[in-house]
């Protein structure tokens, strides 16, 4: 079974109560790797491969929209309010339910 995460990689900067709260892609990364990935891939019943987007240049639309496609569970962390996270939701969403 596939997962795949929508999240940002790059470095983010949003409000929360008036607080301005920044997010580097290190973090992002440690996120992924310690948290989501980890949670993901432990469990139990059932052997989950789980992977987000590459941070390459140019025109990997194509290749995250394979993934998102092929995945049968997708997790989506909107903190940040990146647009491209909220565009590729809207693509798992269109493609599948």
Known sequence: MESFVIMPFSDTTHTV????ISIKSEEWNHIYENWIKKAVESYPEKEIKCKRSETIQGNFVKGIIQD???SEITIADLTGQKPN???????RHSLRL
Do not use: F
């Not at 109560?17 to 301005?20: I, K, M, T, V, Y």
């Not at 996270?85 to 693509?91: A, D, H």
């Open 85 to 91: 996270v909220y565009y590729e939701l809207g693509i």
């Open 68 to 70: 998102i496609y092929n």
């Open 17 to 20: 109560d008036g607080n301005l």
